[in-house]
């Protein structure tokens, strides 16, 4: 099986800061990465598809970049409604696998 | 409107079964493979099964080979997952979710339902 290593599993900032989280695998995926935001008691939302393509009605300051095994989700600016975990998530074989997610906190 | 509608979750021993349904509505369901994904109380999401448009080709984590089967009826827009040998393990929220429009590679989820919740223990 894929594993997926996220990094931080949980990060604090503030309203208006720029941050990135890494996500990698253990084997090459070329650009089969998926990312998705979880808020409490919701289910998740997809976000970005095959590494960088942002799904319909993601506001733009989410970009996500990379192939092969490492990859990233940039938040340029922070906003109050993105305090969420977030999951990265292979497609390229099954077993699908997920990172085991990166929880955003207010600082 | 997409919408994907989990039931059949509950409170089972160890060792039994239950079956969930997922009722979906909004979109062309024949053309769409389909999928659950678990998540324990706490803890991060857990691909569990997938099946294709038509039903014939399914896959499964490891974990539950031979205990669960997915499953289909295009003419009630419904996939269903009867779980059986239920262990103490498998309690979780289950999610149904509908794959995106793919050319290539395997399941990625547009849509989930809200879950339903299957807590395994005596």
């Known amino acids: 099986d894929i594993q997926m290593t996220q990094s931080p599993s949980s990060l604090s900032a503030s309203v208006g800061d720029r941050v990135t989280i890494t996500c990698r695998a253990s084997?090459?995926?070329?650009?089969?990465l998926n990312w998705y935001q979880q808020k409490p008691g919701k289910a998740p939302k997809l976000l970005t598809i095959?590494?960088?393509t942002l799904q319909s009605g993601v506001p733009s300051r989410f970009s996500g970049r990379g192939s092969g095994t490492d990859f990233t989700l940039t938040i340029s600016s922070l906003q109050p409604e993105d305090f969420a975990t977030y999951y990265c998530?292979?497609?390229?074989?099954?077993?699908?696998?997920f990172g085991q997610g990166t929880r955003l906190e207010i600082k | 409107e997409v919408q994907l509608l989990e039931s059949g979750g509950g409170l089972v021993q160890p060792g039994g079964s239950l079956r969930l349904s997922c009722a979906a509505s909004?979109?062309?369901?024949?053309?769409?493979?389909m999928g659950w994904v678990r998540q324990a109380p706490g803890k991060g999401l857990e691909w569990v099964s997938g099946?294709?448009?038509?039903?014939?080709?399914?896959y499964y984590t490891d974990s539950v080979k031979g205990r669960f089967t997915i499953s289909r009826d295009n003419s009630k827009n419904t996939i269903y997952l009867q779980m059986n040998s239920l262990r103490v393990e498998d309690t979780a929220v289950y999610y149904c979710?509908?794959?995106?429009?793919?050319?290539?590679?395997?399941?990625?989820?547009?849509?989930w339902g809200r879950g339903t919740l299957v807590t395994v223990s005596s």
């Open positions: 084997q090459s995926i070329s650009s089969f």
């Open positions: 979710a509908k794959d995106s429009p793919r050319t290539d590679g395997y399941f990625y989820f547009d849509y």
């Open positions: 998530q292979q497609s390229y074989t099954t077993p699908i696998t």
């Open positions: 095959s590494a960088s």
């Open positions: 099946i294709s448009n038509s039903g014939v080709d399914t």
């Open positions: 909004g979109f062309s369901f024949s053309s769409y493979d």
